[in-house]
């Protein structure tokens, strides 16, 4: 019993250090909230002037994470109805926003995708078939979220779902803490989610996110389909592009480019696995009819929503479906709490005023003349965005905050806002040198198998790459498409 209470009362400096961070950033917060409330010009009008203050303030807490980042969303959707910043309707708009009801078809597809055993045989069967090679181990890792990408609306269950998986490989190959083997498979796995959202629309909620906005704000609306026609050249560049970057940043000696035993390892797991079973073929058919209404939009008009809920209900029924009901709706809040406050914050600082007042400060002469210019404005916005991401953290921030803005200075420039905003949202799903920048880094570094340190140099450089990628598909494919 004394032992039980000395060392609850025994001194932790650990934990005295992060509580110090966690009180010093909530502060800063605070500080941030205040400065902005009494600072800010008389210009603001007193709604306009809360609101660009709560959102900086959660912006900040989202950053610093003093508090989940759930807890966050919540504390936002409170001031708003405290302080009646809009109609009560407007405020939980994002709640009953397609968007929404989107992501959360996803996540309920992902549980019942989950409940079988497809993504393992996928996965399975791709590494035994390259990933007996570094190189094709490293392409093997990247590809499958990509693959996952179209069937699953989350880059951090992508992650997850192959973490176990790469654990077992470097268990298999013996990759040592800090080698390059080791670094070059973590980060294929971070970096790979990373880009699996690209032209997938429903694959990351910045997509859902950008493509609800422009609809909301410019009454632009962006179909499934347009969004794969428009980003799938990105894509296709990016995906060998970080392939051969990290194995030019990682090179390995000859005894660690061939693993034999990783090929009998994938040949093993097949073999338990045996032939695809009823529900498996449920599941995969399911999922090919989902995306075919999704692809197929133009024809239909149903708003991917639609599928999305129609397929994860599908896949409950008896006779039809793959999962059980109660593991399927047992899906993370958290996100669904954090994707609606974040729209309704948009809605919200789009009906104070607060928008409009910023894109007028923002639009200077030489601004509102550059922006005139495609192929500059999409540059522009390409290196805003990036140093917007590392600031603000968090994705669904970024983008709810930046693109009510950028359609605001298009508007003001009298240009088409479907470009530099459509470029906006792209632009801030990558996310390479901290780990706070994305999911994908997050789950891999939660594993503890890489360091944050880690991430720098080939953050940087890969953020080059997809920077320098846009560039190239904004000056050729998208002045095709008539997307600038």
């Known amino acids: 019993m004394r032992n039980n209470i000395s060392r609850q009362n025994s001194w932790n400096p650990l934990n005295d250090k992060e509580n110090f961070r966690k009180i010093s950033s909530t502060l800063i917060a605070i500080s941030i909230f205040l400065l902005l409330f009494f600072g800010l010009p008389d210009t603001f009008a007193h709604s306009a002037r809360l609101m660009t203050a709560i959102v900086c303030f959660g ?4 950053a610093l994470e003093p508090i989940p980042m759930g807890s966050t969303a919540l504390l936002i959707l409170i001031m708003m109805l405290l302080f009646k910043l809009a109609d009560t309707e407007v405020v939980f708009s994002g709640f009953a926003s397609p968007a929404t009801h989107l992501v959360i078809g996803g996540m309920m597809i992902a549980r019942a995708v989950n409940e079988t055993t497809l993504i393992k045989r996928i996965s399975y069967f791709i590494l035994k078939k390259w990933g007996g090679k570094a190189n094709g181990l490293l392409g093997s890792l990247i590809l499958v979220q990509q693959l996952q990408a179209f069937f699953i609306p989350s880059t951090a269950v992508r992650s997850t779902l192959i973490l176990p998986i790469t654990s077992m490989i470097i268990e298999t190959v013996g990759a040592k803490p800090g080698s390059n083997l080791r670094k070059l498979i973590m980060l294929g796995v971070a970096f790979g989610g990373n880009i699996s959202g690209t032209a997938i629309m429903t ?33 296709v560049v990016l995906i060998p592009s970080i392939w051969m970057l ?37 599941c ?79 639009s200077v002469d030489w601004l509102l003349s550059m ?20 600031m603000i953290s968090n994705v669904s921030a970024a983008v709810v905050t930046l693109i009510p803005i ?16 459509f470029t906006a949202g792209v632009t801030s799903l990558y996310g390479f040198m901290l780990v706070v920048e994305t999911m994908p880094n997050l789950v891999v570094h939660s594993t503890g198998l890489i360091a944050q340190r880690d991430f720098l140099k080939p953050g940087f450089y890969a953020t080059l790459v997809t920077m320098a990628g846009t560039t190239i598909i904004a000056a050729t494919w998208w002045r095709f498409v008539g997307l600038i």
Not at 59 to 62: E, K, R, S
Not at 373 to 388: K, S, T
Request: charge should be positive; aromatic fraction near 12%.
């Open 203 to 235: 694959a990351a909620v910045g997509n859902i996110l950008t493509v609800e906005l422009l609809y909301r704000f410019a009454d632009i609306k962006i179909t499934y389909f347009q969004w794969f026609l428009y980003t799938f050249p990105l894509w």
């Open 371 to 390: 922006v005139k210019n495609p192929l500059f404005a999409a540059i522009f916005i390409i290196i805003l965005a990036q140093i917007f991401h590392k």
């Open 406 to 421: 950028t359609i605001s200075v298009a508007s003001n420039a009298g240009v088409d806002p479907l470009g530099m905003a």
């Open 59 to 62: 912006v900040t807490l989202w």
């Open 284 to 362: 995969l058919i399911t999922l090919l009819v989902i995306v075919g209404l999704w692809m197929s939009e133009p024809l239909h008009g149903m708003h991917p929503s639609i599928p999305a809920l129609l397929g994860a209900a599908v896949m409950t029924l008896p006779g039809l479906g793959c999962a059980e009901w109660k593991n399927v709706v047992k899906i993370n809040f958290n996100t669904i709490l954090l994707l609606s406050v974040t729209l309704s914050m948009g809605y919200v600082l789009m009906d104070t005023g607060a928008v409009k007042i910023i894109s007028t400060y923002l």
């Open 246 to 282: 990290l194995l030019k940043l990682y090179p390995l000696p000859k005894e660690e480019q061939s693993f034999p035993m990783v090929k009998k390892e994938m040949e093993l797991k097949l073999d338990n696995l045996g032939s695809m079973n009823k529900r498996e073929w449920q």
